[in-house]
């Protein structure tokens, strides 16, 4: 670092590299624990993905776990509101209640789905009040009145249950009469007297009772909800609304339509609001087919403008230096805060690993931020006060593929095979870390999914297309570094590729030529055949 000596002095004359290990060590493994000022200052932006990002397009965030879904929404947040508009983030995580969430399977989807859908409402009301008692809009008694619509239409209760109408009716009348005559004779002549008397009582009573019997249900009405946010945005005006949705995958599979239904129908269309979804890709289900060709929820590329894959934004196996430059950035801005240093990221590079070891931890990392900084956690432990090389970056990687990886599949006997079988085959036999799936069977392998989620192997090309079968589309995989790093010697180059994966850093982006193709094809075990049958290599 410039003007920096190898040696600290004012650090009892520990080498600089030993308050470099400790920063990267210090270094935090998940953005939900930094301020949101701090994730702004070591947000690493890849190529356009900030411009794409900031856009006000609904938009779906695709990303396996570590690929940085939370930071980026967070950074959005914070660059929204420097430019006045409205974040409301919300971590899914921490929606819901047990009616909703965890409720009695057995009882109806509808029901527990409208419980989440005014949970969800409700933690958007709370941030919205926050901002109009915090902050300055130009319409705060819009603003107000529109949150009130937006508890009534959130928080309509229905009764669902038996109905009894009793009606009782009820009357009485009574009557009576008399009469009576006498006749006296006395000293003035003769007296008489006539008297009569009757009464007479009627009444009636008529009485009729409505009484209900059952369950208060929620109900959200998609047009008052409408109504009520289309006032709070008329009232922020002209700042816009952002929503930012995290952790989508968090909700129970069979509720996440219900969710983006309410977003398609009440959301989306309101003018002044743009809403940012992050969510794991095979834990997902935005969409539920209806009949007649109706569905409920969000259908990618129509009500949401786009999804974006982090996995292939992250995708570096096409330039080197591209992924080179990326991680560099990644790690100078997470340890800028914690220790001087220079503002040159390959300087910083040079200052805290050696030559190779880098390189090798870029190869190691395959393009997944969380899974980078865990590794260079491990390996400045590993090195403690030297400079990292090449056998701390490889015994990190081992380190952190069992621990975390090859843990989380631990119990999946079925991914487990497949994972044995994938590294003798590509990795024992054949020499290489790269094979071809057929996009259509093989890519969509419940295990080759869970392989995937787990990170144990990563897609680095997609639509691979055969000239000899140009009907038949290959997806390209890579399989986990941490799956062979044992196999390499430490003096093996590091980073070196076979011949057989060479294809990937053609900068053209083209395919291998058909023979070379059929060799990087495999059939995974179980499976239907699909694929040619592959050429035995020359002796």
């Known amino acids: 670092m410039a003007g920096m000596s190898p040696t600290d002095r004012t650090g009892m004359g520990q080498p600089l590299s030993a308050h470099v290990n400790r920063s990267l060590m210090a270094i935090s493994r998940r953005a939900e624990s930094v301020d949101r000022h701090t994730l702004a200052k070591t947000f690493v932006v890849a190529g356009s993905f900030s411009a794409m990002l900031h856009s006000a397009d609904h938009q779906i965030l695709y990303g396996r776990r570590g690929t940085g879904k939370t930071h980026a929404l967070l950074y959005l947040a914070d660059l929204v509101e420097e430019t006045h508009d409205v974040a409301v983030y919300l971590d899914l995580r921490t929606i819901g209640s047990t009616s909703g969430l965890y409720a009695n399977q057995q009882l109806p989807v509808p029901l527990r789905g409208t419980q989440l859908l005014v949970d969800t409402l409700e933690a958007v009301h709370e941030q919205l009040l926050t901002t109009a008692i915090e902050t300055r809009v130009s319409d705060q008694e819009g603003l107000l009145q529109g949150l009130d619509e937006l508890t009534e239409a959130a928080t309509t209760v229905e009764v669902v249950g038996n109905v009894e109408r009793e009606t009782t009716v009820g009357g009485s009348a009574e009557q009576s009469t008399s009469a009576g005559a006498s006749a006296s004779w006395g000293p003035g002549g003769p007296r008489g007297q006539v008297t009569m008397s009757g009464s007479s009582r009627h009444s009636v009573t008529a009485s009729d009772r409505l009484r209900r019997t059952g369950t208060e249900h929620h109900q959200v009405i998609f047009g008052p909800l409408s109504r009520a946010l289309a006032r709070i945005t008329a009232a922020l005006a002209p700042a816009r609304l952002w929503l930012l949705l995290d952790e989508w995958s968090a909700i129970p599979l069979e509720l996440q339509p219900l969710l983006a239904d309410l977003l398609r129908r009440s959301v989306l269309p309101t003018h002044g609001t743009t809403v940012k979804i992050a969510a794991i890709e095979r834990r997902s289900r935005f969409r539920e087919p209806g009949c007649a060709g109706d569905y409920v929820g969000i259908e990618a590329g129509a009500d949401a403008a786009s999804a974006v894959s982090f996995d292939d934004v992250l995708l570096f196996d096409h330039g080197r230096t591209q992924s080179r430059q990326f991680f560099a950035e990644l790690f100078l801005n997470h340890v800028r ?42 390996a400045a432990q590993h090195a403690n006060t030297a400079t990292i090389g090449i056998r701390h970056v490889r015994q990190a990687a081992q380190d952190w593929y069992l621990r975390d990886k090859y843990a989380a599949i631990a119990g999946n006997e079925p991914a487990l095979t497949t994972l044995r079988w994938l590294v003798d085959e590509v990795v024992g036999r054949r020499r290489s870390r790269t094979f071809l799936l057929d996009h259509a069977s093989g890519a969509h392998d419940e295990t080759m999914r869970d392989l995937y989620d787990a990170r144990l192997v990563h897609l680095v090309r997609r639509g691979i297309v055969n000239r000899k079968r140009p009907g038949t589309l290959y997806d390209g995989f890579a399989i986990d570094y941490g799956c062979y790093v044992a196999l390499l010697s430490d003096s093996e180059q590091p980073s070196r590729r076979s011949k057989s994966d060479a294809w990937l850093t053609d900068s053209r982006g083209a395919a291998p030529d058909s023979g070379h193709l059929e060799q990087l094809l495999v059939e995974l075990p179980g499976t239907a055949r699909s694929v040619p049958r592959q050429r035995k290599p020359r002796e």
């Open 337 to 378: 805060p914690r220790m001087p240093v220079t503002d040159d990221a390959a300087e910083f590079v040079a200052t805290a690993f050696s030559r190779t070891a880098f390189p090798e931890l870029v190869r190691a990392a395959e393009g997944v931020p969380r899974d980078a900084i865990n590794i260079a956690a491990l």
